[in-house]
């Protein structure tokens, strides 16, 4: 069985008041995300489930987070490159995307453009795993790194890409 890690940034659509997890607590372009991951936790092929699903959060507040982790609402969401540079610098959380991406047999990233080019500097995520939803301009890069990239359609993942991100998941390690 195929594992599997999911990755989107926070959203300023927050769902509950207080603490919550990670997964439960943002709503808005995230829902499209959540749902991918619904999905994938429950697709199967002859009884047998296809993958072992993960999902984390890069937060405006915490840095990356795994969806099971208890956060507390914050005020405000990164909206672009300063916020997503002043947060990377404040807590890392590339290198922990890419430490927890080694653990994994696939890694799909659906975050915005200018934060996916920080990850493409950076180095940090593993060669030949990952499937990008991200802007064709990334494309010539993401080949050479051995990456799958699917043009972002949608509000992050886009109905057909989620399609296709399923049917990869089904497909032996």
Same mark, same amino acid.
């Given at each position: ?5 999911? !990755? ?7 769902? &509950?008041? %207080?603490? $919550?997890? @990670? ?63 002043? !947060? ?7 290198? &922990?995307? %890419?430490? $927890?991406? @080694? ?71």
């Amino acid at each position: 069985m195929k594992r599997v890690l999911v !990755v989107t940034n926070d959203s300023s659509v927050f769902l &509950r008041d %207080g603490i $919550a997890s @990670a997964f439960e607590m943002f709503g808005g372009r995230m829902t499209e995300v959540k749902n991918l991951v619904a999905r994938l936790d429950s697709a199967e092929r002859g009884g047998r489930k296809l993958c072992d699903v993960s999902f984390g959060v890069i937060s405006s507040r915490y840095g990356f987070v795994p969806g099971n982790f208890v956060i507390m609402r914050y005020a405000g969401a990164m909206s672009c490159r300063e916020d997503y540079e002043r !947060v990377q610098s404040e807590t890392g959380y590339i290198g &922990r995307i %890419g430490e $927890a991406a @080694a653990h994994f047999d696939m890694t799909v990233i659906c975050v915005p453009k200018d934060m996916f080019a920080m990850m493409l500097d950076s180095g940090a995520l593993p060669d030949g795993k990952v499937v990008a939803v991200a802007d064709p301009r990334f494309g010539e890069e993401c080949r050479a790194r051995g990456w799958t990239l699917l043009e972002r359609r949608g509000a992050r993942v886009g109905r057909e890409n989620a399609d296709e991100i399923v049917r990869m998941a089904g497909e032996p390690a």
